[in-house]
């Protein structure tokens, strides 16, 4: 890229490419025809990651997601084949998103018990078929993952999730995905502690293999932390401490050269990049974001504000170009 170039991109400003944190074309082409209304696409990108359960839930969180509005057309294609595993999974985990979708502002909730209501049932409708997607395939851990936010959404007691948590971590200890529902799970602002969430953070990037991006359970834990005490968002990153241990976290993981990132590595990037622009390390923070392709997570950035102006704010003043 030329000089010319670098200025015109400079100029363009970063091209965003929302809620997509993933290098994964084949998942990219099945949320496009989603988009479109088109369900089957999503079929085989499923059936293929049978054998890969981080690719699994990376998936089926993202093609669930893609999919609101969309369960009827989910429900006709189960009619036709009641054995599928990947299609109950999927329906199970679209209602799940349609639930959080419909759920009301929590501030609003005594003039809205109604809608609560209806929240609930949504919510509580996603049990049968996340159930049956672990019967037929005794496994995977993906419906348990889903089964973690659903008794999230229902604020089910700790002795549920813990239960379920533990049928998650038994099929995949390390899976990304069952680590951030457990977090969240743990955080202050869902019936946790920041000890319990700290010590469960710093275990899990302690326990991570090579390559895996577990450790940036640890800035995540610090956002959840801020969010759930409402200290002010500079005075939480400021501590030499705090830097110290992010610094430490992002340094345990080494993303393979030449061979295959780990499926949430732009995740990881963006809570990472996020953490260090906050704490005006900016060289480690344009490390992490300029390696995100402009394709930024909802978390930790909603934390900060509206995501997609949180990411863009911190891409223009680190001078991170991700169109070029």
Known sequence: MGVIEVDRARARGPRLIASRPWAD?????????????????????????????????????????????????????LSRDRVNPDLWLWLGRTRVEEAWEAKPDVRARAVQ???????????E???????????????????????????????RPREEKDSIWTEASRRHRT???????????????????????????????????????????LPLAYFEHVVGERSGRSRAWVSYEVQREITSAAGRWHEPRGGRAHPRAVEAHNAFGAAFYLADMRRPA???????????????????????????????????????
């Open 125 to 155: 409708s996603a049990r049968a078929p996340l159930l049956a997607a672990a019967q037929l395939m005794p496994a995977d851990p993906a419906p348990w993952v889903s089964l973690l936010w659903l008794a999230l959404g229902l604020e």
């Open 286 to 324: 344009r490390g992490h974001l300029s390696r995100t392709g402009g394709r930024f997570s909802v978390l930790p950035w909603s934390h900060m504000g509206d995501p997609e102006k949180e990411f863009h704010k911190a891409c223009s003043r680190l001078n991170v170009i991700t169109n070029g």
């Open 175 to 217: 899976l990304f995905a069952a680590n951030i529902a457990r977090l969240i799970t743990l955080s202050p602002g869902w019936g946790g502690t920041s000890q319990e969430m700290f010590d469960f953070a710093r275990a899990a990037g302690r326990q991570a293999p090579d390559g895996d991006p577990l450790s940036v359970l």
């Open 113 to 123: 018990a109604d809608r609560m209501r209806v929240f609930h049932q949504a919510m």
């Open 25 to 77: 074309t084949v998942l990219d082409d099945a949320v496009n025809a989603l988009g479109r209304g088109y369900l089957e696409p999503a079929i085989p990108a499923l059936v293929a990651t049978r054998g890969d359960p981080e690719v699994r839930a990376l998936r089926v969180e993202a093609l669930s997601k893609a999919a609101v509005g969309l369960a009827g057309g989910i429900e006709a294609l």
